[in-house]
């Protein structure tokens, strides 16, 4: 059955989704064959050609108001290692980068932790701001302008309007479905005490990036609880997506969102 199945890939024949999950429980024989069917198609299509672009990671807080089961970067603020960067901390670490040859600035973040921590409120309060998300774009904006590296964020859940603005100031953007699996989100799952991860509030996210026409990062997590099941129907619903999955670079100067995002709302 495996073996008629790969043959069949390799003529260029689509395979059912029945037909896929049984090739995903190859095992021994049957496995090796499909690891040289993927390589003759990767060589086939795409070549053993590896592009990356340099980039500075910069983990702007490791504050956030979801509990993930499986989460090893969050932080309360009471805790040891608990951190939000300022610009000037952000603009240090990215100068080191550029001088290093990075080229790309990968912003990562909890996820709105203003909605239950009163320190990230009041240190949003102190530069005029009311949501994370506004200080990721005034950092974002920071940096392009500074330094010219191009930010690409991953901030968790984002809006229309927050989309729209942070597009001025980012290469692209992403955020991970995970699963489409809404048992996740049951006590005891991974996602029992993560708003944050309802799989309809990330779908419009990356539904919305893509009718902006957004280069945007996604996909799914494996390893959190998931069957195989799962990640079919996740795969299967990213591929119905609208997602503009190419590289633009964005202006220089941000023209349509000059003022932080709150003042959009
Ligand atoms: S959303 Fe979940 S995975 Fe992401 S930082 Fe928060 S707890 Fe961790």
């Known amino acids: 059955m495996v073996r008629t199945l790969l043959r069949d890939c390799l003529q260029g024949k689509m395979l059912t989704e029945e037909e896929a999950v049984r090739l995903a429980s190859a095992q021994g024989e049957e496995f090796a064959a499909l690891l040289a069917a993927a390589a003759e198609l990767r060589n086939r ?59 790309e600035v990968l912003f990562s973040l909890g996820d709105r932790p203003e909605a239950i921590y009163p320190e990230m409120r009041a240190f949003l309060t102190q530069l005029g701001l009311r949501r994370t998300l506004d200080y990721l774009f005034l950092a974002c904006r920071v940096v392009l302008e500074e330094t010219g590296l191009l930010p690409h964020s991953n901030p968790g859940l984002m809006g ?62 494996i390893g959190i609880g998931e069957t195989w099941e799962e990640k079919k129907s996740s795969f299967r619903i990213l591929g119905r997506s609208r997602i503009f999955p190419c590289m633009t670079n964005p202006s220089p100067r941000s023209r349509r969102c000059s003022k932080p995002l709150r003042s959009r709302a």
């Open 45 to 103: 299509h795409k070549g053993k050609i590896i592009t990356f672009s340099p980039k500075v990671f910069i983990p702007l807080t490791n504050l956030c108001r979801d509990f993930c089961g499986y989460c090893t970067f969050r932080r309360a603020p009471e805790e040891a290692g608990a951190k939000t960067l300022t610009l000037g901390e952000v603009l240090q670490v990215v100068r080191r980068g550029k001088q290093l040859g990075c080229t």
């Open 160 to 221: 229309r309007k927050d989309l729209e603005c942070l597009k001025e100031v980012n290469a692209s953007l992403g955020l991970m479905l995970e699963n489409v699996s809404e048992r996740l989100l049951l006590p005891s799952g991974p996602h029992f005490l993560a708003p944050d991860k309802k799989p309809g509030l990330r779908l419009r996210t990356v539904e919305e990036a893509g009718k902006l026409r957004i280069p945007f990062t996604t996909g799914i997590l």
